[in-house]
Nanobody, 117 residues
Framework: QVQLVESGGDLVQPGGSLRVSCLAP????????MAWYRQAPGRQRELVAR???????NYADSVKGRFTISRDTAKTTLFLHMNNLKPVDTADYYC???????????GGQGTQVTVSS
């Protein structure tokens, strides 16, 4: 059973930057689509960014131009680089992995990001 582990969440001032990480042991990025989701208090979980097994990325309109998803194959780690953070970005951030053939799905426990002055 693969367990993804998110880290890097923190309290950040508006306009600041932060990078959150997702360690994905046993995951071969060439066989998995990876994604970041977030869930704010009282709101539904929403897709933030995703990257295909071939490295094509796309973003929610609300974060386009501010967030970047990337991956380090050697370290089997997924990243979400967040710039110009806003209070509305406050949420728990979760990564997930989905096998491109079997659609088997793995997730993590999340990391908390708070944007506040």
């Amino acid at each position: 059973q693969v367990q993804l582990v998110e880290s890097g969440g923190d309290l950040v001032q508006p306009g600041g930057s932060l990078r959150v990480s997702c360690l994905a042991p046993g995951i071969s990025f060439s066989m998995y689509a990876m994604a970041w989701y977030r869930q704010a208090p009282g709101r539904q979980r929403e897709l933030v960014a995703r990257i295909t097994s071939q490295g094509v990325s796309n973003y929610a309109d609300s974060v386009k131009g501010r967030f970047t998803i990337s991956r380090d194959t050697a370290k089997t780690t997924l990243f979400l680089h967040m710039n110009n953070l806003k209070p509305v970005d406050t949420a728990d951030y979760y990564c997930n992995a989905r096998h491109i053939i079997t659609f088997k799905y793995y997730g993590g426990q999340g990391t908390q990001v708070t944007v506040s002055s």
